[in-house]
Structures are given as structure tokens and as C-alpha cells.
């Protein structure tokens, strides 16, 4: 027998850019249950996006400034960023061309060490 298994889709983390937010699909919300805010980040030499979960601890301690500070609302089965100027600096960074594209779609991976989930471009 030669069985080729199928992947699990609804097991993959993705984030989905849009012209106007970030969607994380269900997998990727399980690390952002517990926050209502994220910080949102570029790493142009690695060509990385960076979402990284804030907890209330860390707002109540303020260690983040509050214009860092990105509200993710979740849903039954996605979460969302709104943030159309995070979008046109990944547009700029990364050549985005949401009149060619809809959409971006990629895998995500979620760092246990720095606690950021990361896209790579």
C-alpha cells in the first residue's frame, strides 16, 4: 500500500492580509484568546511579520506605549487586526499589490520563546 496522506487545513495556522486587516484563522487565534491587544511588527531582513499577544499584565504595567498597542477582535472561528496603515507598510516592505491580489494568505508559526506569532514572506 502507498497511501499518501492528506494535511489537516483547519490544523494550519494562516494569516490572510487584506487591504484593511490582518485575519488569523482559528488554529492561529488559540494563542490570543487571553489579550484584547497585540503589537504588530516588521522585520525586513528576515522578511518576517511579527503579531505578539499583550497581556493585561503588561498593559497594567505599562510596558508597551499605548500607540504600540493594536486591538485584535475575535470571532467564532477568525480574529481580526484592523489597521489599514500596518497594511500599506507591509504594501511598501514587501511589494503587496492589493489591485493584483485580494488577498495574501500565509503560514504562521507561533515562537514559544519570544511569544510572537510569525509569517514568513
Known amino acids: 500500500m502507498n497511501f499518501e496522506w492528506s494535511t489537516n487545513d483547519i490544523a494550519t495556522k494562516t494569516l490572510t492580509i487584506y487591504e484593511t486587516n490582518l485575519t488569523l484563522n482559528k488554529a492561529a487565534c488559540a494563542h490570543f484568546e487571553d489579550v484584547s491587544f497585540v503589537l ?3 522585520d525586513k531582513e528576515n522578511k518576517q511579520i511579527g503579531i505578539k499577544p499583550v497581556t493585561r499584565d503588561d498593559i497594567n504595567n505599562e510596558i508597551y506605549l499605548k500607540n504600540q498597542l493594536h486591538r ?3 470571532g467564532k472561528s477568525y480574529g481580526r487586526i484592523s489597521n489599514k496603515s500596518f497594511v500599506e507598510d507591509l504594501c511598501q ?6 489591485s493584483k491580489e ?5 503560514n504562521v508559526k507561533f515562537d514559544v ?5 510569525i509569517a514568513q514572506l
Request: hydrophobic share 55%.
Open 102 to 106: 485580494q488577498s495574501y494568505k500565509l
Open 72 to 74: 485584535i477582535s475575535l
Open 113 to 117: 520563546v519570544h511569544h510572537i506569532m
Open 40 to 42: 504588530l511588527g516588521i
Open 93 to 98: 516592505v514587501f511589494d503587496f499589490d492589493f
